[in-house]
């Protein structure tokens, strides 16, 4: 790697932060189940950790385009996350663990999309090496569910806090150690932040991107528990969890080839198809082994495509003054209002309507999601990398 790009510390920060989401996403919720939570606070609890990405990403990323500092708004947004999470350790009750989350997301969510700049901006002109570093991420997260999987078959569920909070400091140490870029702005770069969310295709990206996550939903919160329904081991849980994440380490390493050969409109195109045959696969095979392995394998397409897709076209979109508002909305519309509508719908439909009904419904989102990107999405000039 070129000695000018900080790798492997920008890898190691992929590698930690995603290895932390490796432990809310399969096991949270079974950690919520376990204090006896119900499945609407598990959904709103879970809608709370998300609903923060429609606010704070938006807030840093404008101080850090003003400042030209991405590096030091991630250092002190991981500082702070990782300061209140410990409040987990020592409260309890739905009440101190909705403002937990509320505070400890705040700022959790506001570093990645920051990093996701700054990563850019360390690439300068080759941005194709993106997914070679963020590859890491999905490394750690694979990593971290088969170790906590592991884990939680010797030992009760109660420990998972403590662990998280392990992994939240090494965030933070990490993002001590990576130098900070300072953007110089030109000229070219006087168009304003409105003048570009104005464009039909704009908006079109952000509407396709939040009900992809509004179908995500329901996997993120309740995957795990639907598992378990069906008594799958933790281990196996996560196993299907790791499986799901090493398919989309697989698609990173022939991510450039893909986007040389395909412009980004037809690999986003195929990625949606493919998520109505996930959640469609998620929602009535789940007794089969086969098919659930399926499933998991198109994750790559579900979320690791899609998300590098998403990642050139904000960058695209959006020029080098507004990058970190640009990645900041991306999350906020996607992960952050996609994902709250997601958590609150499943958590609100799981029991009357069930999991299968719920999964389906996720699958209907995609198919939205396809005609609004077939119509507007991607149509610009130079929509691929080669």
């Known amino acids: 790697m070129d000695s000018a790009i900080p790798y492997w510390r920008l890898s190691g920060f992929y590698f930690f932060y995603f290895a932390s989401l490796g432990g809310f996403l399969p096991f949270w919720s079974l950690f919520l189940e376990n204090i006896s939570f119900s499945s ?108 906590i999987g592991k884990l939680l078959d010797l030992y009760q569920i109660e420990i998972l806090p403590a662990v ?73 849980t996560g196993f299907l969890w790791a499986l799901g994440v090493f398919a ?20 986003l195109l195929v990625s949606i198809v493919l998520s109505i045959v996930r959640w469609l696969l998620i929602a009535w095979g789940v007794q089969s082994w086969t098919l659930l392995l399926l499933a998991q394998v198109l994750h790559a397409a579900t979320f690791g495509a899609s998300h590098v897709v998403a990642i050139h076209l904000v960058h695209r979109y959006f020029n ?5 508002k640009g990645q900041a909305l991306y999350s906020s519309m996607s992960f952050g209002l996609g994902g709250m509508l997601g958590g609150l719908l499943s958590g609100y439909l799981w029991i009357p309507l069930g999991a299968e009904i719920v999964y389906s419904l996720a699958a209907g989102c995609c198919v939205i999601a396809f005609v609004v990107a077939v119509i507007w999405v991607g149509k610009e000039k130079s929509v691929n990398l080669a």
């Open 320 to 324: 080098s003054r507004h990058q970190g």
């Open 164 to 236: 998280i909070l392990l992994l939240l400091i090494l965030i933070w140490l990490v993002a001590l150690l990576i130098p900070e870029v300072r953007i110089i702005h030109h000229d070219l770069d006087a168009v304003g932040i409105f003048e570009i969310l104005r464009k039909p295709e704009v908006i079109a990206f952000f509407v396709v991107y939040m009900l992809l996550q509004i179908a995500h939903g329901p996997y993120y919160v309740f995957f795990s528990i639907y598992l378990k329904n069906y008594h799958y081991s933790s281990s196996i």
């Open 40 to 147: 609407v606070e598990i959904g709103e609890l879970s809608a709370l950790m998300v609903a923060t990405k429609v606010i704070a990403p938006n807030i840093w990323g404008w101080l850090a385009d003003y400042t030209g500092k991405s590096l030091r708004v991630v250092r002190l947004t991981s500082f702070f996350g990782m300061l209140i999470f410990a409040g987990f350790l020592f409260k309890s009750g739905y009440e101190a663990f909705a403002w937990i989350t509320i505070g400890f997301s705040f700022f959790w969510n506001a570093a990645l999309p920051q990093f996701e700049a700054a990563t850019l901006f360390h690439l300068r002109d080759e941005p194709h090496r993106y997914s070679q570093i963020r590859l890491w991420g999905s490394m750690g997260f694979i990593f971290s569910v088969l170790a």
């Open 248 to 267: 989309e380490v697989v698609l990173f390493v022939f991510m450039r080839r893909l986007i040389n050969r395909f412009t980004l409109r037809k690999i």
